[in-house]
């Protein structure tokens, strides 16, 4: 073994590694929030909607949960040019992230809506609330307390997953990570260092998300 | 881009290219497999050395929890990568499949330790203190008395884990590992169109994954569910 590890050539680097950091943690935030609304809408289909429309959800559902994220957006990315729509490498990893996240985010949602209680709903109806208030005052805190411990789960497991769009050529952490290795090969330097940065993206949205968990939802999250 | 796959069709459909997809998806088992087993094993260990007690072992316990909560915070790529360049910095010549075998298990050792963490804490106090007053050892307890109480918590995560886990492998591709991710790049730079090489590598990880997703959908509902009814 001759290797020697140099820290001090990417020293000069890092700024790179938090522009990354920032676009990562835009994609995370814009796929989750696009997936948020797949997963609400595709959630109430199954609750109350028609049973052909829960159907295709269904489908879309089984067939996203299934298969690899990282071909998912290896189909968008290159097989629709050939049906004519040119997709940006960001605009491919971000449609396939928010099409992901969206299938996942329907089963937890879904949880979230059959876990209203019917008593609760008799109670509002006895006190005399519209429908409005019952949502606002009844539903939403019942949902936003089951619903915001697996869903700021499914958050940072989707900030990881921002990663694989490295492997389209996006430059966000892991691809200023190959760009910095490319340019100075010190390869397990610079992964490390990609790694801490990982470590410590993930334990900063943990810690937030907790914090909100705890004092505005009034729901119990463990850190991650 | 359908008439474009039917017109191919013929072309892609030999027996050549269907057993190198074949291989490819053995490949894929085989990755995730390895890493489910020896991760489990792994897990089991990292989870037994959280419970230890006392300040002799202090060192290990901090290395099994900082173990756990790096693997579980760094993408896989990361971790791929970290890997990859570490065998070539050892100058020793492994094969590729080991580089993403080693990743795969210190992953799942990592996510599995956590499941394995939590059906053993849902153990009751009474059932370790019991145990303690026989004086069985913490091998013994955790032997006899604690995992034949949470396996039924353990097994149905651990499951989910591992269809997930399936999935993930998708990324080794990336160091050039040929599994099914990898086949299909080389099917589409063979010159078939992206939609047929992706789409029949979509359908046949749809394949492994929809039957065993359903299994521990089963499992779940039979495992777990005594203990919601109050059982």
Request: with cysteine; net charge positive; aromatic share 12%.
């Amino acid at each position: 073994m001759s290797y020697t590890l140099q820290y001090g050539q990417i020293w000069p680097y890092l700024p790179r590694l938090f522009d990354g950091a920032w676009i990562a943690l835009q994609i995370a935030v814009l796929a989750f929030c696009g997936g948020l609304a797949i997963g609400t809408a595709c959630a109430a289909v199954k609750s109350f909607g028609p049973r052909w429309l829960t159907r295709i959800v269904n489908v879309y559902v089984v067939f996203f949960t299934n298969t690899p994220q990282l071909v998912q957006i290896y189909f968008l990315y290159f097989a629709l040019p050939d049906t004519g729509v040119l997709l940006s490498s960001f605009a491919a990893v971000l449609i396939g992230m928010t099409l992901n996240a969206g299938a996942y985010l329907t089963e937890i949602q879904r949880a979230g809506f059959e876990s209203r209680r019917v008593s609760e709903m008799e109670a509002a109806e006895v006190l005399g609330f519209s429908r409005l208030q019952q949502i606002r005052y009844v539903i939403l805190p019942h949902m936003a307390r089951v619903l915001f411990p697996p869903l700021s789960n499914h958050f940072i497991i989707m900030t990881l997953g921002t990663s694989m769009a490295a492997v389209f050529g996006v430059e966000e952490l892991t691809g200023q990570a190959f760009n910095i290795n490319s340019l100075t090969f010190r390869s397990i330097e610079i992964f490390s260092v990609t790694a801490l940065f990982y470590v410590a993206l993930t334990l900063a949205a943990s810690v937030l998300l907790a914090a909100i968990g705890r004092y505005v939802f009034r729901a119990r999250t463990g850190l991650i | 881009m359908l008439s474009q796959i039917i017109e191919e069709w013929p072309r892609f459909a030999t027996y050549y290219n269907l057993v190198f997809i074949a291989k490819a998806a053995l490949t894929t088992l085989a990755l995730s497999v390895l890493g489910c087993v020896v991760g489990s094993l792994l897990g089991l260990a990292l989870a037994v050395t959280r419970l230890t007690h006392g300040p002799a072992l202090l060192p290990l316990r901090l290395l099994a929890i900082g173990f756990t909560e790096l693997f579980r915070r760094v993408p896989f790529l990361v971790t791929l990568m970290l890997c990859f360049f570490a065998f070539q910095a050892t100058g020793a010549d492994v094969p590729l499949f080991v580089v993403a075998a080693v990743t795969v298990t210190l992953i799942a050792g990592a996510f599995l330790g956590e499941i394995v963490r939590g059906g053993l804490n849902a153990v009751h106090r009474n059932q370790w203190e019991a145990a303690a007053a026989m004086n069985f050892s913490l091998t013994e307890t955790i032997r006899y008395v604690a995992l034949p109480q949470a396996w039924r918590l353990i097994l149905p995560p651990a499951f989910g884990f591992f269809v997930m886990f399936i999935k993930d492998t998708a990324l080794a591709s990336q160091i050039g590992v040929v599994e099914l991710t990898f086949v299909g790049k080389v099917l589409n730079n063979k010159g078939f169109s992206a939609a047929l090489s992706f789409g029949a590598i979509l359908i046949v990880y749809f394949a492994i994954s929809y039957p065993l997703a359903r299994f521990g959908a089963r499992l779940e509902a039979r495992l777990a569910s005594p203990r919601h009814r109050g059982a």
